[in-house]
């Protein structure tokens, strides 16, 4: 019963960490867009103009305004590429880009206005697999193009995914022209008020906003029926476990028959003896429930340690939620226990036990 317990605690804690790794590594792939709001035209590169002056009435503090240009390519995940943002900045926002994002240590240096150079995070470098002097956009790569080779000339020594390069390069290189207006606030609170204040106050214009609730609230969506689906394979799986479990609480209850009719008749109660099996299988079941629960954090350690981390992928090993999706089989296979016990002893005869009628 406990090996049964432990290996269904696995399954379901393992599979329910593997989904749910597809959130995680969204907050840690696009956790930059937390420090700020960035602003678009919807193509219409006309209508620039009537977004900036919109922020200039912001009722929220901002603490600094960079205008960018951006062009696009692919990290690698554990469900496939995911599009991820290469920035054009200007040299005057370097520093102060680094510093509010945290970006720690460059080695390297800084892009060249003009060419074709990039700066690039640690993690992004070991998800591609990227290092000073790596070719990160060419023409001849249809995921990650670029009408000339980008190379990449720093890497900040941070957990931070981020990628940019010069505004000038994707002017001259990258279409269609349409600028980018990204807002900071002096903190995080903040940037929450003003992503709230641009959604609410731009929702229906010919401009979209990126804020970091607005990807979270895409994640979820975009995940509800994934979760769903994982809903009803949990359930599936508790009702087969049940059953299972089941019968051999039975056969388990049949085997010690005599035992319990020589126990009852030199003086044992009843409700003693039933207390006494149910609590032996509650014993069971916890035990099984806390052995499969180290196992599968141990071996959802060995996974992150060398088949997630090398590649820049993301799981918790540790996940809430994954020991939570579990609680449902141990608890269901004690409820039913302890009914199958009560039917047991209910119909038990003691006197017919020790005259070997029951064998």
Request: glycine share 6%; proline share 6%; net charge positive.
């Amino acid at each position: 019963m406990i090996a049964i317990i432990m290996l269904a605690v696995v399954l379901i804690a393992g599979i329910v960490a593997i989904i749910d790794s597809i959130p995680l590594s969204v907050q840690k792939v696009y956790g930059y867009s937390r420090f700020l709001t960035g602003v678009t035209p919807r193509g219409d590169m006309s209508y620039f103009p009537t977004i900036l002056r919109h922020f200039e009435k912001s009722p929220v503090p901002i603490e600094r305004r960079i205008i960018c240009r951006t062009s696009i390519f692919n990290v690698n995940t554990i469900v496939g590429p995911w599009p991820f943002v290469l920035h054009g900045i200007n040299p005057n926002d370097f520093d102060y880009l680094s510093n509010k994002l945290r970006l720690g240590r460059l080695d390297g240096r800084q892009p060249i206005s003009g060419r074709g150079e990039a700066v690039i995070t640690k993690p992004i470098a070991k998800n591609l697999r990227l290092h000073l002097g790596s070719i990160m956009l060419s023409p001849h790569d249809e995921k990650n193009y670029s009408l000339t080779p980008v190379v990449v000339v720093g890497i900040y020594d941070s957990d931070q995914w981020f990628a940019y390069t010069s505004y000038e390069y994707l002017v001259q290189t990258h279409f269609p022209p349409v600028d980018v207006a990204i807002y900071f606030a002096k903190d995080q609170q903040t940037q929450r008020r003003l992503d709230a204040w641009a959604d609410k106050t731009l929702a229906g214009t010919k401009a979209n906003v990126y804020t970091y609730p607005k990807v979270e609230r895409d994640t979820a969506e975009s995940l509800a029926v994934l979760f769903r689906i994982l809903d009803l394979v949990v359930g599936l799986l508790v009702v087969v476990i049940t059953i299972m479990m089941c019968m051999l609480v039975n056969i388990y209850l049949s085997q010690r028959i005599v035992e319990f009719g020589l126990l009852q008749a030199i003086g044992i109660s009843r409700k003693r003896l039933v207390t006494r099996t149910v609590a032996e299988a509650a014993w069971m079941i916890l035990t099984g429930w806390i052995v499969g629960s180290a196992v599968t954090a141990a071996v959802l350690t060995l996974i992150r340690n060398v088949l997630m981390n090398p590649k820049g992928y993301y799981i918790d090993p540790l996940d809430p939620l994954a020991y939570v999706y579990t609680i449902p089989v141990p608890a269901a296979v004690l409820i039913t226990s302890i009914a199958i016990v009560l039917i047991k002893f209910a119909k038990f005869d003691p006197i017919a036990v020790i005259e070997r009628r029951i064998v």
